[in-house]
């Protein structure tokens, strides 16, 4: 795992208006570069996770060998994580399912190399209630590795002291969403997760802190489907 070390970054990244002043560019769902504030960090429940913008610089990963945790499987039928009182209901026929009935904090190694093949099958698994929400940073990042080595996202938020996490966070107040909105004609967007990684991630968890009632929905989809 690289080492990160501190560096004098460059200049942060500034877009000028009409009127001659300058805003942070807004590049993704965050606003980078942008201390959140302290009225954020009041009313949310989960301050810890809030994003920072550390300077921190990390060494080219070089190419490594990657034992996925799926080809450890033997039984197909996942003894140790499809027990008798877990629900699979599938979303699409060959796409995405909703698991009830896991603990992911409780699983085991052999749980957890089951729940790598399952992905494999499934693309895409929902894990309702889970208590590894509230566990914390430290807890859910050693349970990720079971799955491989952390990827550093280099223009996003982090949790501080966990540069593996990739914060989502949007503050709500007028000004940053008339920001967010100056390059943009809708709120919704579409990416793919680092692509250009020689070795890019082989499996994401991602995690709903807090959301509004209406809206903020995350849509996947199947993109080697398209091949077929």
């Known amino acids: 795992m690289p080492s990160p070390m501190p560096i004098s970054s460059p200049d942060k990244p500034q877009a000028a208006h009409a009127n001659g002043s300058k805003q942070p560019i807004s590049y993704d769902i965050n606003i980078p570069y ?3 504030s302290k009225e954020s960090h009041s009313r949310t429940r989960y301050p810890e996770y809030l994003p920072t913008w550390d300077k921190m610089w990390f060494d ?3 190419p490594f060998h990657y034992d996925d945790p799926a080809l450890r499987v033997k ?11 877990v629900k699979l209901s599938h979303i699409q026929p060959r796409f995405g399912s909703v698991v009830d009935g ?3 904090s409780q699983l085991s190694d ?5 729940l790598a093949q399952l992905v494999a099958e499934r693309k895409v698994l929902a894990f309702p209630d889970q208590d590894l929400i509230d566990a914390g940073p430290e807890s859910q990042e050693k ?3 079971h799955f491989g080595k952390p990827n550093y996202q280099p223009v996003s938020g982090t949790v501080r002291g966990h540069p593996g996490f990739h914060i989502i966070h949007r503050d709500g107040n007028r000004e940053e ?3 967010f909105l100056e390059q943009r004609t809708t709120t919704t967007l579409w990416h793919q997760d680092v692509s250009y990684e020689i070795q890019p991630p082989g499996y994401v968890m991602l ?7 209406v809206g903020g929905d995350t849509v996947f989809a199947a993109t080697d489907l398209a091949y077929q």
């Not at 052999?110 to 089951?114: F, P, Q, S, T, V």
């Not at 995690?207 to 009632?213: F, I, K, Q, S, V």
């Open 177 to 179: 969403i008339s920001r």
């Open 60 to 62: 080219p990963l070089p």
């Open 75 to 85: 039984d197909k039928s996942k003894p140790n994580l499809m027990t008798e009182n």
């Open 34 to 36: 942008v201390d959140v």
């Open 110 to 114: 052999a749980g957890k190399d089951e």
């Open 143 to 145: 349970f990720m590795r």
């Open 102 to 104: 896991v603990q992911l």
């Open 207 to 213: 995690g709903l802190l807090e959301g509004p009632d």
